[in-house]
């Protein structure tokens, strides 16, 4: 099956799915807006993602940290002073690109070609095409800055977060102190977060507001290897689980080289999604990032008085050294069984949510030539679905609406139900295929003979009759198989 980004693009706007932001004005380039049908599918993806991931286990528990957080974090993660890309300039039209995202003219990157990153020779210019022809590389940085209080005294910069994960190191102290999780446990966040990307691409998949789902698993070192092979297993699992044919879903483990300098380990769940060189894009990362994070923020709080002394300004100092007895720091942990006390490595299964939903809508797409013409259809698994069921009145007369908005409405109390009225029959179902919902429901004149209405499936399109009093369980059980 080959579907076309530019399918899946055009059906998402003919159908409400996804608008680009600030469309009227003429439009704001890498931010986007769900739309109802659109924020209904986002909306099942975070669900599905939380039951997963927060409400079926037992070692995780859940936070919903702020977006804007004390500025010294950043200095702590490392985002203020090294999260940037590599970027060059095309000499000729002044498009900027990320180094690594450049390609030569068989459309490689250089790590597909085993070229060297910043030999930009031999490669072409994403805008203008012409080839080779940039400045040398430089560093562009990610994150966005804004201001904060209105006083000589209290402003400061502040940063618009780009990872969630960070919201997660900051409270681990305050979870452990009022919960009784015990190592090994995790913290779960989903939310926004924000990059000024330089090379944005495809529709939702890069974007500059996004949003993730992140955990952080705490856990004894020397356990770590085995809860990241965990991890591992369980978020490749979720997306097979919701539909994902795992033809198209691959792990590629990160080279030695290409490891952050604290990690021990860093996996990326790729799918294979229809655009770019080679198709393989990151979906979502995983990683070993041992106790690294916690131990930059015992710095971090070490740190805060020459902050203020340096007149809040983040440039103007540098970190603590760390402490020798770190490990019995604030964010350590106490283990009571074992008498011991240490800093916990983590495991970070990091997971777009946008990124997610754009490799489910692909995954679902599909194409079927019938008799009476083409049907585009969504094939989402039942859990994502926008909506469950759309219930249909044959025809506008003899009480069928009546029943028919009857029947919708007891359905709506259980999951998203949708009444339609409008048109042919046919074009009613076509319009719920390209919408994804799993069932369509008519009510005919035979009604009153047989108490029964007409279920369509919307994958085989087989119809059955099901007496009135059923359909609520009929439903279910067909979105539990
Ligand atoms: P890249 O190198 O491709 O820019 P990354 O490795 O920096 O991405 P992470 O920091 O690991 O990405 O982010 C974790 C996950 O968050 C990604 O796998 C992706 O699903 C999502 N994500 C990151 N950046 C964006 C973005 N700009 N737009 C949409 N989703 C994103």
Sequence with gaps: KLTKLDDIVSLCKRRGFIFQSSEIYGGLASCYDYGPLGCELKRNVRQAWWKAMVQMRDDVVGLDSSILMHPLIWKASGHADHFSDLIV?????????????????????????????????????????????????????????????????????????PETAQGIFANFRNVLDTTRVKVPFGIAQIGKSFRNEVTTKAFIFRTREFEQGEIEFFCEPGTDDQWYEHWKQQRFDWYVSLGINPDNLRMRDHAQDELAHYAKGCVDIEYRFPFGSGDWQELEGIANRTDYDLRQHQRGMRSINDWIEAGRDLTKIELKEESQDYHKGPLSYFDEQQKKRYIPYVIEPSAGIDRSTLAFLVDAYDEEELEGGPRNLLRFHPDLAPVKAAVFPLVKRDGMPDIARNICDGLKKHFAAFYDEKGAIGRRYRRQDEAGTPFCITVDGQIKEDNCVTVRHRDTMVQERVNVDQVLNYLRDGMDN
């Design 89 to 161: 300039e095309c000499k000729k039209c002044h498009t900027r690109t990320r180094v690594d995202h450049l390609t030569d003219k068989d459309g490689r990157t250089a790590e597909e070609s085993g070229g060297e990153p910043a030999d930009t020779k031999d490669k072409v210019c994403p805008n203008c095409g012409t080839v080779g022809n940039f400045t040398e590389p430089m560093a562009f940085k990610l994150m966005f800055e804004t201001e904060m209080g209105a006083n000589a005294d209290d402003r400061m910069t502040l940063y618009m977060r």
